[in-house]
């Protein structure tokens, strides 16, 4: 018998090779009982690492029901109302201090359709629990912010649709209603806006619709924050069930079967499988947050690699997709940050709407530290029709800072902010307020970071061209 001697060395495996997870030893292209071993340790984590961060979306918006059910909104009637404004309480992606919040959940397996019956002068959005887009409510919506009622069926649903409404099916049994009042008329009219004239509640129910339920939430403890290790897989596996059998697709279906999580069956690791989905958890959490704090996707700088400045949405693309193809780690970073999905987030109209700057990082590139002093300058006529402000976050959560200041923000709606001459505005950060500068100061804390969003009420061209555009974060001292 002739030996075969020709066959090309690279479709061969030759006895023995490094690799970065350690020594592959083989005997005759079939792997040793060790290799078997470290290859599926290797093969189980790395799914484990690709769940938590393909699944950041869909548990971001399991942790906000929960965090929404823990101060007792846990139901369609039930919702929560920040009617002092939302202060570093609260421990929820970049909220803002400028906004009146009100927000609940739908159970669409419990209730079936439901009707929101919203008020005029609202914006706000319907995003389901794969945290994707499902329509805008209030003035970017279908009511054009005269208000109206709108109808959510249920995955599937396949009954009478009455006339009369905004029909918005759903994907999945949990939808979340996010919705902000204005507050040009006073604190108090939005609210009362809302209390009054927001209604939710089970078609079936119309007749004899359940009581309104408001509960205020402002200076209250709420964690909306995913959490950044095992538990991630726990919390995960409990959504699973709660939600239609393909709601992710069968992809996601399958990398989440690989490491045990499917619906219908117990999440039970073994102690090797525990410790694996252990180290995965730590491995995407400081993934999250590399991509987060120190991007490297283009679509998210504002202006350019040389600045820290960058927006949440890359590209100002709420599908998160490049080229035909989904953008992985633009979506990581964005659902990693921040919350609210809607087209209107990215689409930038002069004088209508927000837009948002990000700076995680000072004029050098490095991350800010909170026992020494900066300094952001923000020129003159900064270019808003309504208003402009600027937030401290805490690195951390991805929340407001929490300091001695119950609203860690600064802006042209601030009392006291101090313009210089030529009408521009210095802002200061530091422990303590630099000497003439209190009115113009947000505290930081020695020992943590920090970083800011700038939001941009009623943007005109000037902004939306780079024509103006703030300063870097500048360290002083």
């Given at each position: 018998?002739?030996?075969?001697?020709?066959?090309p060395?690279?479709?061969?495996?030759p006895?023995?090779?490094?690799?970065?997870?350690?020594?592959?030893?083989?005997?005759?292209?079939?792997?040793?009982?060790?290799t078997?071993?470290?290859?599926?340790?290797?093969?189980?984590?790395?799914?484990a690492?690709?769940?938590?961060?393909?699944?950041?979306?869909?548990?971001?918006?399991?942790?906000?029901?929960?965090?929404?059910?823990?101060?007792?909104?846990?139901?369609?009637?039930?919702?929560?109302?920040w009617d002092?404004?939302?202060?570093?309480?609260?421990?929820?992606?970049?909220?803002?201090?400028?906004?009146?919040?009100?927000?609940?959940?739908?159970?669409?397996?419990?209730?079936?359709?439901?009707?929101?019956?919203?008020?005029?002068?609202?914006?706000?959005?319907?995003?389901?629990?794969?945290?994707?887009?499902?329509?805008?409510?209030?003035?970017a919506?279908?009511?054009?912010g005269?208000?109206g009622?709108f109808l959510?069926?249920?995955?599937?649903?396949?009954?009478?649709?009455p006339?009369?409404?905004?029909?918005?099916?759903?994907?999945?049994h949990?939808?979340?209603?996010?919705?902000?009042?204005?507050?040009?008329?006073?604190?108090?009219?939005?609210?009362?806006?809302?209390?009054?004239?927001?209604?939710?509640?089970?078609?079936?129910?119309?007749?004899?619709?359940?009581?309104?339920?408001?509960?205020?939430?402002?200076?209250?403890?709420?964690?909306?924050?995913?959490?950044?290790?095992?538990?991630?897989?726990?919390?995960?596996?409990?959504?699973?069930q709660?939600?239609?059998?393909?709601?992710l697709?069968?992809?996601?279906?399958?990398?989440?079967?690989?490491?045990?999580i499917?619906?219908?069956?117990?999440?039970?690791?073994d102690?090797?499988?525990?410790?694996?989905l252990?180290?995965?958890?730590?491995?995407?959490?400081?993934?999250?947050?590399?991509?987060?704090?120190?991007?490297?996707e283009?679509?998210?700088?504002?202006y350019?690699?040389?600045?820290a400045?960058?927006?949440?949405?890359?590209?100002?693309?709420?599908?998160?997709?490049?080229?035909?193809?989904?953008?992985?780690?633009?979506?990581t970073?964005?659902?990693?940050?921040?919350?609210?999905?809607?087209?209107?987030?990215?689409?930038?109209?002069p004088g209508?709407?927000?837009d948002y700057?990000?700076?995680?990082?000072?004029?050098?590139?490095?991350?800010?530290?909170?026992?020494?002093?900066?300094?952001?300058?923000?020129?003159?006529?900064p270019?808003?029709?309504?208003?402009?402000?600027?937030?401290?976050?805490?690195?951390?959560?991805r929340?407001?800072?929490?300091?001695?200041q119950?609203?860690?923000t600064l802006?042209?709606?601030?009392?006291?902010?101090?313009?210089?001459?030529?009408?521009?505005?210095?802002?200061?950060?530091?422990?303590k307020?630099?000497?003439?500068?209190?009115?113009?100061?947000?505290?930081?804390?020695?020992?943590?970071?920090?970083?800011?969003?700038?939001r941009?009420?009623?943007?005109?061209?000037p902004?939306?061209d780079?024509?103006w555009?703030?300063?870097?974060?500048?360290?002083?001292?």
């Open positions: 018998m002739k030996m075969t001697t020709d066959i060395a690279s479709i061969t495996a006895n023995t090779v490094e690799t970065s997870i350690g020594t592959l030893d083989y005997f005759d292209g079939v792997p040793t009982d060790e078997v071993a470290t290859v599926y340790d290797y093969l189980d984590r790395s799914r690492v690709n769940v938590f961060l393909n699944s950041i979306p869909a548990l971001s918006m399991y942790m906000l029901r929960e965090g929404q059910a823990s101060i007792g909104a846990d139901a369609s009637h039930k919702i929560a109302i002092t404004l939302m202060d570093s309480t609260t421990l929820l992606l970049t909220g803002n201090t400028s906004t009146m919040y009100a927000v609940g959940f739908l159970d669409l397996e419990k209730d079936g359709p439901t009707v929101i019956d919203l008020p005029p002068r609202m914006l706000g959005v319907l995003d389901d629990m794969a945290f994707r887009y499902m329509t805008d409510l209030g003035v919506g279908p009511d054009k005269k208000g009622k959510v069926l249920p995955p599937g649903y396949e009954g009478e649709v006339k009369g409404y905004f029909v918005v099916p759903s994907k999945t949990g939808v979340w209603v996010f919705t902000r009042g204005y507050i040009d008329k006073g604190i108090k009219a939005a609210s009362d806006n809302i209390r009054n004239n927001l209604k939710v509640y089970p078609l079936a129910k119309a007749a004899n619709p359940p009581k309104m339920e408001f509960i205020n939430v402002s200076g209250k403890k709420m964690n909306t924050v995913l959490p950044n290790d095992y538990t991630f897989f726990q919390k995960l596996h409990v959504l699973i709660q939600e239609p059998d393909d709601y697709g069968p992809e996601a279906k399958g990398m989440m079967a690989a490491i045990g499917e619906k219908g069956k117990p999440f039970e690791p102690a090797r499988m525990k410790k694996i252990t180290d995965a958890a730590a491995i995407a959490n400081a993934t999250a947050r590399s991509i987060s704090y120190f991007p490297r283009p679509g998210n700088f504002i350019g690699k040389d600045s400045w960058v927006m949440a949405y890359a590209n100002k693309d709420t599908a998160f997709e490049k080229n035909g193809a989904y953008n992985l780690d633009a979506r970073l964005f659902h990693f940050g921040y919350i609210v999905v809607s087209p209107a987030m990215a689409v930038t109209v209508k709407g927000s700057g990000l700076a995680m990082l000072d004029s050098k590139g490095r991350p800010l530290d909170g026992s020494k002093t900066y300094k952001l300058h923000i020129p003159p006529d270019p808003v029709k309504d208003f402009w402000a600027v937030t401290m976050y805490d690195t951390q959560t929340s407001q800072l929490q300091t001695y119950q609203f860690p802006g042209s709606q601030t009392e006291g902010l101090k313009a210089n001459p030529d009408g521009s505005h210095d802002i200061y950060f530091a422990p307020p630099p000497e003439g500068q209190e009115g113009n100061w947000l505290q930081t804390i020695p020992g943590k970071s920090w970083w800011i969003g700038l941009m009420y009623g943007p005109l061209q902004w939306i780079q024509s555009r703030p300063g870097e974060i500048e360290l002083v001292e």
